[in-house]
C-alpha cells in the first residue's frame, strides 16, 4: 500500500476503481466497528428483486426525461460529450437498461470487488495512525471476504480531454423538442491546469462577468439564463459562455463574440485601481473560508481525483495571483492559440418554417430594444461543422494529465 501525507491529508492509493470518503471528528471504536459493519454488508451484499425493480423503473424513466431538461442543460451536457475522451451518452445508457437483471448485477459485484483502485482521504480530528489503521480494515476486509487484489498499473486509466488545434472552430448541433427556447455554450479551450493560466482565467472571468449580464442580458435582452465562467475537466480549462434565449443560436453566438471582441478594449481602458479592485475581489473569494468541515473536505478529495494533490491550493495561486496584470489575452477573435467549440441546442417546437424567421431581418438590427447601438461584430471564420462525435473525436489528439503538484515518492516515504 502506497500513502502520501500533506497537512491534515492522507491519501492511500492501491489498486481500486472505486473511492472512498470519511469526513471524521474524532473517530473512536463504535466508529470502527460500524465501518467494519458496513463494509461487511457491501462484500456479502444480495440484490432485493423488488428495490431492484424500483430503482431500475427510477433509473430508466431518469434517462428518458433527460429529453425534457431546460435546453441549456443539454448545451452543458453536449459540451461534455464532445470534449471528453470517452463518455457513455443518455442514449447508449437507455439502449442497454432492458438488459439490466437482479442475476447479472448479482454476478457483477464479486467481479468489481475482485480488482480494485483505493483512494482515500480521512479529514478531521484524527491522527495519523487512526487513519492507517482506517486503511488497514478497509483492506483487511476486502481481500479476506472478497479475495480482494490489485489494478495492474497498466489498468488505472484516467480519462483525458481533447485538445482542440490552435485557431480552430467547430460547431455542434441538436435539436430540443420539448421547449420553444434554444441554447448555446461557446467554450474557449485555454489548456492545461497549472497555477499562471488558473489564475490568468478566473481574473478574465472576474472582470467580464458583470459586463457579460448587464450588456448580453439586460441591454440585448437575449434570454434570461446568460452566464459567462470557468469551465474545467479531466485537468483542461476553458472559458464557458451559456445562452438560453428565444433567438437563433447563430445570432447569440454573434453577439458572444462581439461582447468579448469588445472587452480587450475594455480591459486595456480599465484604469489600475479598477483593476486591483477585480484582483482583491477575487483574492477574496479564493481565501474565503469553508464555513463547514465538509466544505475543506471536499476541497481536498477535489485534489485528490484529480490527482492533482495542491492542498495548498488557494494560498499558492492567490501568491501568483497578486502579480497579474493586465496584458494577457488568448481569447480575442485573432489570437493564434484561440480554441473554440460552440454548442447549439436549437428548439423544434415551432417547427422549421419558424426557426428559419428567426434568423431573418428582425435579428439583423444593429440596436437593442431601448434603442441604444449594438456592439460590432466581427468577422468569423466559417466554424467546421461536427456531425458525427465519433469521427470528431476520433480525429483529435489528447492533452496529457497534468503533473502532480507535490512530489508523492516523497510524500510517501515520510508515512
Known sequence: ???????????????????????????????????????????TFKVDPKRFEIYKEMYTRSLKNFSAEQPHQHAIYYTSVLMSEFM????????????MTVEKLDAFIPQLLSKLYIEGLIYGNVTKQIALDIVETVESILTTKCNTKPLLPSQTKRLRELQLPDGSSFVYHEKNHVHKSSSIEVYYQ????????????????QIIAEPCFDILRTKEQLGYIVFSGVRRSNGVQGLRVIIQSDRSPEYVEKRVEAFLNSMDDYIKDMTDEAFQ????????????????????????????????????????EVEFLKTVKKEDDR?????????????????????????????GEKQTTE???????????????????????????????LYPLPRPYIDLQKARSKL
Not at 480575442?332 to 415551432?350: D, E, L
Request: proline content about 5%.
Open 331 to 359: 481569447i480575442a477573435v485573432g489570437a493564434p492559440y484561440r480554441k473554440k467549440f460552440s454548442i447549439h441546442v436549437v428548439s423544434s417546437v415551432n417547427g422549421e418554417k419558424e426557426l428559419t424567421e428567426t434568423n
Open 367 to 397: 440596436t437593442t430594444e431601448d434603442g441604444n447601438n449594438l456592439l460590432p461584430s466581427p468577422e468569423l471564420p466559417p466554424p467546421m461543422v461536427v456531425t458525427s462525435v465519433a469521427e470528431f473525436k476520433r480525429d483529435m489528439g
Open 277 to 316: 479592485k477585480h484582483l482583491k475581489a477575487l483574492v477574496s473569494k479564493r481565501m474565503e473560508k469553508p464555513k463547514k468541515i465538509s466544505g475543506q473536505n471536499s476541497r481536498y478529495w477535489s485534489e485528490i481525483l484529480s490527482q492533482q494533490y495542491n492542498f495548498d491550493r488557494e494560498t499558492v
Open 1 to 43: 500500500m502506497q500513502s502520501s501525507t500533506t497537512n491534515k491529508c492522507l491519501t492511500k492509493g492501491e489498486s481500486l476503481n472505486c473511492q472512498e470518503s470519511f469526513a471524521i471528528g474524532g473517530y473512536n471504536q463504535k466508529q470502527k466497528v460500524l465501518l467494519a459493519k458496513i463494509l461487511e454488508k457491501m462484500t
Open 88 to 99: 457513455w451518452t443518455k442514449d447508449e445508457l437507455l439502449q442497454c437498461v432492458d438488459e
Open 190 to 205: 485555454c489548456g492545461l491546469q497549472q497555477t499562471q493560466p488558473n489564475m490568468l482565467l478566473e481574473m478574465f472571468v
